[in-house]
T-cell receptor, first 111, second 112 residues
Framework: KAGVTQTPRYLIKTRGQQVTLSCSPI?????VSWYQQTPGQGLQFLFEYFSETQRNKGNFPGRFSGRQFSNSRSEMNVSTLELGDSALYLC??????????FGPGTRLTVL | GDSVTQMEGPVTLSEEAFLTINCTYTATGYPSLFWYVQYPGEGLQLLLK?????DKGSNKGFEATYRKETTSFHLEKGSVQVSDSAVYFC???????????FGKGTKLSVIP
């Protein structure tokens, strides 16, 4: 079966802009989690959704937001981009057990 | 809060050598423990997991045992292959939590 799909795979933005990343989970999976991966901080949890409800949110500023649609697809948005937001953003999908299958990630570069 | 500490890398081994990557954790209650692997240019893959004390997770020749008394979940493989070259992450999920807390990762390089 198809894996977790993330689009776009690469993005280049400038400071102050906003960006929206998309994640399509494996068919039938209702839990979607988002993680930020940077060389300095490693992997950090952003948020987790289940059936369109945010169940958990990590320690990130309000510029980071997300949502999940009725078909389980999820988007995350980052407003007023900063240089430090440059990272690989990973999405994971699961049955109720969180973060089992990860997508390839979206590489965001902020200039 | 919860935290995971992994041995610093990188680790370089010859093919067929024995692998151990140490992982210790701090958490309240009874967390679930995981090992993930990330191959170059790819996302993470769940390698194995254990959900209670003394459980042994195993997959593709890799093993790890949940040791509550030492708060450890060390990853082992008896004979590594070049194809095992990747970054390995230890992680935990606290009881009743929906988020994973990851270690910093250990880069493994296996040379022929």
């Amino acid at each position: 079966k198809a894996g977790v799909t993330q689009t776009p795979r690469y993005l280049i933005k400038t400071r102050g802009q906003q960006v929206t990343l998309s994640c399509s989970p494996i068919s039938g999976h209702r839990s979607v989690s988002w993680y930020q991966q940077t060389p300095g901080q490693g992997l950090q949890f952003l948020f987790e959704y289940f059936s369109e409800t945010q169940r958990n949110k990590g320690n990130f500023p309000g510029r980071f937001s997300g949502r999940q649609f009725s078909n389980s697809r999820s988007e995350m948005n980052v407003s007023t981009l900063e240089l430090g937001d440059s990272a690989l953003y990973l999405c994971a999908s699961s049955p109720p057990d969180p973060a089992k299958y990860f997508g390839p990630g979206t590489r965001l570069t902020v200039l | 809060g919860d935290s995971v500490t992994q041995m610093e890398g990188p680790v370089t081994l010859s093919e067929e050598a024995f692998l151990t990557i140490n992982c210790t954790y701090t958490a309240t209650g009874y967390p679930s423990l995981f090992w993930y692997v990330q191959y170059p240019g790819e996302g993470l893959q769940l390698l194995l997991k254990a959900t209670k004390a003394d459980d042994k997770g195993s997959n593709k020749g890799f093993e790890a045992t949940y040791r509550k008394e030492t708060t450890s979940f060390h990853l082992e493989k008896g004979s590594v292959q070049v194809s095992d070259s990747a970054v390995y992450f230890c992680a935990l999920r606290g009881a009743g939590s929906y988020q994973l807390t990851f270690g910093k990762g250990t880069k493994l390089s296996v040379i022929p």
